[in-house]
C-alpha cells in the first residue's frame, strides 16, 4: 500500500502513518477532508476538487479504505426530527471487579450512543438519546441503578449541541496555524514598509548625520 500512496501524483510530506503501512501525504488528507463533506461524492469529482486524476484519486481512496483509514460510511440524521429530541451524559462509576458485566449490561442497551472510559471522579461516560426527560429517568433509576457493576452516577442533560464534526485531522490544525500567522502579520506602511503601530527607531549616528546635511 505505502508503495501505491508514494507513486500517486503530487503530494506533500509524510502527515502520519497507520494501519498496515499506508503513509498519508497532503493529497491522502485533502481526499479525507472533501469526503467530511460529502461521503457520496462521485470519483470524478473528488478528483477534481483535490486536484489529481480520477484514476490518482480512485487508488488513492481504495488504499485508504483497505489500510483502515476509512473504515464504514453511514449516514448523519437529524435526531429531533428521527423522534430522539433529548440527549443526555450520564457519568458512572463502576465497581473495579467487574467492568466485564458492566460492558455486557451496556451493550444490551440500544439509547446508548456513545461510551467512553474516562479519568477522573468518573470511570465512564455515556451518551444517550431518547424521546423524553422520563426515558432518561427511567433508564437511570431502573436500569442502570439495578446493575451490580454500577456504583453511582450523575446525569447531565444537553441543551444544545454547539459543534458535532463527523471527525478530524491533523489538516485542520495546520491550517489554522496558518490562518493564525496571516491573521497575526502586521500591514506594511506604503512608503517605508515599517508595520503599523510600531516605531521606527534611528541610530544616534545616524540621526546626527541627517542634522548636519539638513544645516
Not at 54 to 66: I, K
Request: with cysteine; hydrophobic share 40%.
Amino acid at each position: 500500500m505505502s508503495d501505491i500512496s508514494r507513486n500517486g501524483a503530487g503530494g506533500g510530506g509524510q502527515a502520519g502513518r497507520i494501519g498496515i503501512g499506508l503513509e498519508l501525504d497532503d493529497i491522502h488528507m485533502k481526499i479525507l477532508e472533501v469526503l467530511r463533506e460529502n461521503g457520496r461524492i462521485s470519483v470524478a469529482a473528488l478528483a477534481e476538487r483535490v486536484g489529481i486524476s480520477r484514476a490518482n484519486a480512485y487508488t488513492r481512496f481504495e488504499a485508504l479504505r483497505a489500510d483502515g483509514v476509512i473504515k464504514r460510511f453511514t449516514a448523519e440524521i437529524d435526531h429531533v426530527r428521527a423522534g430522539l429530541g433529548i440527549t443526555a451524559l450520564i457519568f458512572v462509576t463502576v465497581r473495579q471487579q467487574m467492568w466485564k458485566q458492566f460492558r455486557a449490561e451496556l451493550a444490551r442497551m440500544p439509547e446508548v450512543e456513545y461510551c467512553a472510559i474516562t479519568t477522573g471522579q468518573h470511570d465512564a461516560m455515556i451518551q444517550v438519546r431518547v424521546s423524553d426527560v422520563a426515558a432518561v429517568h427511567s433508564m437511570v433509576t431502573d436500569r442502570l441503578a439495578n446493575i451490580p457493576a454500577v456504583k453511582a452516577t450523575e446525569t447531565v442533560f444537553i441543551l444544545d449541541e454547539v459543534l458535532r464534526r463527523p471527525y478530524v485531522l491533523p489538516s485542520d490544525r495546520d491550517r489554522d496555524r496558518d490562518r493564525s500567522r496571516q491573521a497575526r502579520r502586521p500591514a506594511q506602511d506604503a512608503e517605508g514598509g515599517v508595520p503599523l503601530g510600531k516605531m521606527r527607531f534611528v541610530g544616534a549616528a545616524e540621526g546626527r548625520a541627517a542634522l548636519r546635511k539638513d544645516s
